[in-house]
């Protein structure tokens, strides 16, 4: 077997030796070192070796394939310098005009104003969480106080993925809402905790220029033994004015969400048509920035939580909505749409 290796790198060496150009080359590496070239042949025969061949062989291969591999590189570089030499002679070629432009990659628009929450969020003491896209029916609704039965689920139509279901836990569904983390997050670290959870939602539903199957949600929950609305009030002003770096007009009204008691409605001023109205907005000058409330009793429970030691409350906002309002964007459907176009502005 020896002398089929000796033989084989003096072939090579004499083929690398005679290639003009780089598919020559490559077409040398393919027959003789390849995963199916000449070398691979002969080493199928190393098994047919005796104890003491069988080192001497696998030594003697690697050296001639290593050998090889470096003849093959610097032939390589040979040919791409001669071809560099050759186009700089070339009198027509000017050396001194601009390459073709590279354009560098950036952030997506949702992504910029994710950190910058996160951001803000984290310099309060929160932390972040994530949790799983496909949930399962207990933790997107009976966990959360919507059970089977309960009317909230025909706003959340969804995406059902077909499994066996299972008694407590049910179907699995594409979740429509970032709150199912509120569970596992309480189940995971107990109390006290303040937390929140960025992350994309689905939903059943027809699109136009404010609604979308898919969308960006982030969740927020603070829970401690002496927690009011006015902490919430006073978490959310300081996250706006942060995030908008200027006053921004809010209002507050009664609002209805199973998982909160009382529920909240916070609005902000439609940043696109200065409240003036437009299709964004309905026509209204407000835009319904986010649903919060304290926390239902009945969800501190699902999550393992005494609800007559610790109390708490949750919000939760549209993140996709929000970038909307950052950059002006009149349309939601443009955020998922791949557009560069669209995406080359930010």
């Known amino acids: 077997m020896i002398p ?12 690398i030796a005679k290639a003009t150009d780089t598919e020559q080359l490559q077409e040398v590496e393919v027959k003789f070192i390849g995963r199916k070239g000449e070398l691979t ?9 005796n104890d003491n061949e069988k080192p001497v062989i696998g030594k003697l291969s690697n050296e001639i394939k290593n050998e090889l591999e470096q003849a093959i590189a610097a032939k390589k570089q040979k040919i791409e310098s001669k071809a560099l030499n050759a186009q700089l002679e070339d009198p027509t070629f000017d050396v001194t005009a601009p390459g073709p432009d590279r354009q560098k990659g950036h952030i997506h628009p949702l992504s910029q104003v994710q950190k910058e929450v996160e951001d803000i969020f984290t310099s309060m003491g929160f932390m972040i969480k994530d949790g799983p896209e496909a949930e399962s029916e207990y933790y997107n609704f009976e966990g959360l106080n919507i059970p089977a039965w309960h009317p909230a689920r025909d706003m959340q139509d969804t995406f059902f993925i077909k499994n066996k279901e299972d008694k407590k836990h ?10 199912p983390v509120q569970v596992r997050t309480m189940e995971e670290f107990g109390a006290p905790l303040r937390m929140i959870v960025p992350g994309r939602t689905f939903r059943y539903e027809a699109t136009d220029a404010s609604h979308d199957t898919t969308f960006y949600q982030v969740e927020g929950l603070m829970i401690d033994k002496h927690i009011s609305i006015s902490h919430l009030k006073g978490v959310l002003k300081q996250f706006l004015s942060k995030l908008f770096g200027r006053e ?22 439609c940043l696109i048509c200065e409240g003036k109205g437009c299709r964004v907005c309905k026509k ?22 005494d609800p007559k030691k610790w109390q708490g409350w949750a919000f939760g906002f549209g993140l996709t909505r929000l970038v909307m309002m950052r950059h002006g964007i009149d349309d939601i459907r443009h955020n998922l749409s791949g557009d560069l176009r669209f995406v080359n502005q930010f």
């Not at 007009?249 to 909240?264: A, S, T």
């Open 284 to 305: 209204t000058g407000w835009v319904e920035f986010m649903g919060a409330g304290m926390v239902h009793e009945n969800v501190l429970k699902a999550g393992g939580i």
């Open 41 to 49: 042949n002969i080493l199928r025969g190393v098994k047919d070796l």
């Open 170 to 179: 049910g179907r699995m569904v594409l979740r429509t809402h970032t709150s």
């Open 248 to 269: 921004v007009k809010v209002r507050i009204r009664p609002g209805y969400f199973p998982f909160v008691e009382p529920g909240l409605e916070v609005d902000f001023s």
């Open 4 to 15: 089929q290796l000796e033989k084989l790198k003096r072939e090579c060496l004499d083929a």
